[in-house]
């Protein structure tokens, strides 16, 4: 897959006067071409057709993750997730890499899910997310408290009680708030018990005032990513 060729498809199919709103949205992280989510997926759609069969091509990822348009980590994430079965145990240092390379709360949200298959598959890797969940890197502690979502019933309460417990006391924005939708939200009124996180009750009062500065953001912006 030739990232030019995909640069030059996305620069066909580009707003410009998209992109002071996407930069904004983003805290003017990255840069944006200007190309909306639904015109995205078509592009890639077509752009991968040929190639989704094959092995997983990492130097498309690479050449997309060094890309100065935020677009391209979008697109290298969406195949990444067309190809989420074929990730192996050891490609956690090549998404370890991603994660902590042109980090974001977009990103690191895509990301987690991916390499939450993983650990569905191959069990001992749990150890890596017990592992993240206490690492200096924010980032990796966010993907270790989000890398179960959607599991439902199939949630490992047992892991998810420990990484969060791991963060308790973070002062770290983003992880409060994770911290707080997941404790609440991660499907455990599906029937998954809530005495095994009992250990946690005591401080989850704590991160309350987090979750409600969290609903006052203004992310109308986005609209414009959409």
């Not at 200007?34 to 069969?53: D, S, Y």
């Not at 890596?128 to 993907?143: K, P, T």
Request: proline fraction near 4%; include cysteine; glycine fraction near 2%.
């Amino acid at each position: 897959m030739d990232a030019k060729i995909l640069l030059k498809l996305l620069e066909d199919q580009a707003d410009p006067a998209k992109v002071p709103a996407m930069e904004a949205y983003m805290k003017n992280k990255f840069s944006f071409l200007g190309v909306q989510k639904p015109i995205l997926k078509k592009i890639e759609r077509e752009f991968f057709k040929p190639f989704i069969k094959d092995p997983i091509d990492w130097t498309f990822v690479e050449e997309c993750w060094q890309q100065p348009y935020r677009e391209f980590q979008y697109i290298a994430m969406d195949y990444l997730d067309k190809k989420k079965k074929e990730l192996r145990p050891e490609d956690f240092p090549k998404l370890k890499k991603l994660a902590q390379t042109k980090s974001w709360w977009d990103s690191i949200d895509q990301l987690d899910r991916i390499i939450g298959e993983i650990t569905f598959y191959y069990p001992e890797t749990k150890n890596i997310m017990r592992q993240w969940s206490l690492d200096e890197d924010f980032w990796l502690r966010r993907i270790a408290i989000d890398h179960q979502l959607m599991r439902k019933e199939l949630t490992d309460i047992n892991l998810l009680a420990e990484v969060i417990c791991n963060n308790f006391g973070q002062t770290e924005f983003f992880i409060f708030v994770r911290q707080v939708s997941i404790y609440k939200n991660q499907e455990l009124d599906s029937g998954v018990q809530y005495a095994r996180m009992e250990t946690c009750d005591e401080s989850i009062g704590s991160l309350e005032p987090f979750a409600l500065r969290r609903s006052t953001l203004d992310c109308n912006a986005g609209a414009d990513l959409e």
